[in-house]
């Protein structure tokens, strides 16, 4: 359909799997179209660069529920708790937990920022939610469900919660408790809150009733790789009091899942032992998968710190080089340090019918996670030239919007 590009994407991809045939048939052909699209999804952060074929047996013949609180086995045998605390833990270490902590495995990260409002309206009931307008949605659906006041702070031209909207907000409610939702990663821009400042500005105003969640689905674990003197203030040793990452997105998982920190258990007076599971319902989901912190563990134990390191190192590189190169073009792109993101002008319709983008109306990001490739970010650029070169030379095409702000590069 995008006659204007250096290559077409093949003209079925949008086309639905037909769903008719015999069943053997139609799996076929939805992991056809599912393989043959994937080439062209740049824009969001799942990594797909790992396979997981020695979980085969596990995932396709055994149930494996873990209900309830993971480090209370309760009655039922067909769990894998043990393994879950064994990620927690690993994944803890990583974020520089005390030994105090307790966690478990989410549905994902939007479950983690849920339940972490949750505790905070459990221990302080007049809690207000404090969050940046860079944040992401489930923050502000969370306080939502929760009936909590939630105040949306400015977040500067990178992503960044703006410190000073922050203090001054805080200031009008000294007698409320807090809890600041910080962001690793913000979703358009990968810019990461800094909690040190966070913490610091409650200090100053004397909010002693404070927590400060930090919702690092993306970037939790690659920063929490980086060598001490690089690695940004977001983490416990910098006063989060709970994170949580997303398993799908740098770990990999292919199935959605997360796992959620807290410095120590949270206080939560309602939190019951259920009689029939022999299990503290600490969880927000009754019934848990078993499955998904096999998966976390498989990967953790595969690839160890130092498999992992490189991965995200990888990524980073890549970032590095798709900025660089729509530098060379002439294409306005930013990059916040050592994000996989990178920001670009929204390119022309026909380059984003082909490409998946991220796009929030004003600007789109390419996000280079693990198993994205140099052939991709070659193949998109030759496009986005095509597409320029095509438009240039078209009398009738229609102009290039006009400019709008664009976001200041990091300094
Ligand atoms: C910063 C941030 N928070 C939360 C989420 C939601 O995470 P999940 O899909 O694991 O629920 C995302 C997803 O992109 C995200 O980028």
Sequence with gaps: MATNLATTAPADLNTPVDLSGPVEQVLTDLHTTLKRSRRFDIGFPGAVDLTFPALAGLFTTQLLNNVGDPFDLGHGR???????????????????????????????????????????????????????????????KAARMLKLPLIMVRADDTGQM???????????????????????????TEAVDNVTRIVE??????ITRRLVHVDAALSGIPLALLPDAERPAFDFTAGATSIVISGHKFLSTLMPCGVLVYAQPPHTPLHARVAYTGSVDSTI????????????????????????RARAQASRD????????????????TRNPYAFTVVLRTPPAAVRDKWVLADDGQYSHIVCAPGITQVQIDDFLTDLQAAREHRAASPTAVP????????RSPR
């Design 78 to 140: 067909n769990h894998t708790k043990q393994v879950e605390q064994q990620v927690i833990n690993t994944i803890a270490d990583l974020l520089r937990a005390p030994a105090s902590r307790w966690g478990y495995v989410t549905t994902g990260s939007t479950e983690g920022n849920l339940h972490a409002l949750d505790a905070a309206w459990q221990t302080y009931p007049d809690v207000v939610v404090y969050t940046s307008t860079a944040a992401h949605y489930s923050v502000a």
């Design 162 to 188: 703006d410190y000073d909207d922050l203090a001054g907000q805080l200031s009008l409610r000294r007698d409320r408790a807090a809890i600041i939702v910080a962001t690793a990663g913000t979703v358009m």
């Design 201 to 206: 500005i409650c200090h100053t105003m004397a």
């Design 285 to 308: 989901s009754g019934s848990r998968s078993g499955h998904t912190p096999l998966i976390l563990w498989h990967v953790l134990q595969t690839l160890g710190t130092e498999g992992l």
């Design 318 to 333: 890549l970032a590095a080089y798709t900025h660089a190169q729509l530098g060379q073009v002439g294409w306005e792109a």
């Design 400 to 407: 290039e919007p006009t400019r709008r702000r664009f976001l």
